[in-house]
């Protein structure tokens, strides 16, 4: 299986901050890798799709990089609704196995 | 745009088995697979498997392998989650998703809302 290891576990920032979650394959998974908003006892949502395509409505300030086992996802001005827990997964091969979690907390 | 609607919570106990179903709704998805993620309480996601309705054909991950069974109806609009043998750390929220549309990505762009599956004696 491949495994994903994202970094941090936990954030604390505050509102127009830019911040940055990491997010790492332990083998290539081309560009394969999704980044997911999850919000208490809601459903998770998908932000960004093979690493850097926006998802329809995701806001622009949400923006994704990367290739082969290193990934990023940045939001470049937080705003009061983005302090949520982003999951990143990759979709190269089954099983598709998530990252486990970052927990974005208002400073 | 498709909507997946899921069945009620679930009370069970140990050793038993729960079936969680995963209906759309505004659109086809028998094309499309459909993954079950599941997330205990506090903790992470964990992709579970996926079927492709409209030929059946099922992905299971490894720690599943022999407890999960995903099945499609035959019109291939509601898809349905058996997992028997059920333990204790079983108890999370089990949720269905789907693949997006049009794309290679495999990134699953809809979700239904969430089933509560709680196994205790």
């Known amino acids: 299986d491949i495994q994903m290891t994202q970094s941090p576990s936990s954030l604390s920032a505050s509102v127009g901050d830019r911040v940055t979650i990491t997010c790492r394959a332990s083998q290539g998974i081309a560009n394969y890798l999704n980044w997911f908003q999850q919000k208490p006892g809601r459903a998770p949502k998908l932000l960004i799709y093979?690493?850097?395509n926006l998802e329809s409505g995701v806001p622009s300030r949400f923006s994704g990089s990367g290739s082969g086992t290193d990934f990023a996802l940045t939001i470049s001005s937080l705003q009061p609704e983005d302090f949520a827990a982003y999951y990143c997964?990759?979709?190269?091969?089954?099983?598709?196995?998530f990252g486990q979690g970052t927990n974005l907390e208002i400073k | 745009q498709v909507q997946l609607v899921q069945s009620g919570a679930e009370m069970k106990k140990p050793g038993s088995s729960v079936n969680v179903s995963c209906k759309a709704s505004?659109?086809?998805?028998?094309?499309?697979?459909i993954n079950w993620v599941r997330q205990a309480p506090g903790e992470g996601l964990e992709w579970m498997g996926n079927i492709i309705p409209i030929f059946g054909t099922t992905n299971y991950a490894q720690r599943f392998q022999g407890r999960l069974t995903l099945t499609a109806d035959k019109a291939a609009t509601t898809v349905s989650m058996e997992l028997s043998s059920l333990r204790s750390d079983d108890t999370a929220v089990y949720y269905c998703a789907k693949v997006k549309p049009y794309s290679m990505s495999n990134a699953f762009d809809v979700w239904g809302q969430g089933t509560l599956v709680s196994v205790s004696s």
């Open positions: 093979t690493t850097s």
């Open positions: 505004g659109g086809d998805i028998s094309s499309y697979a």
């Open positions: 997964q990759q979709s190269f091969a089954v099983p598709y196995t």
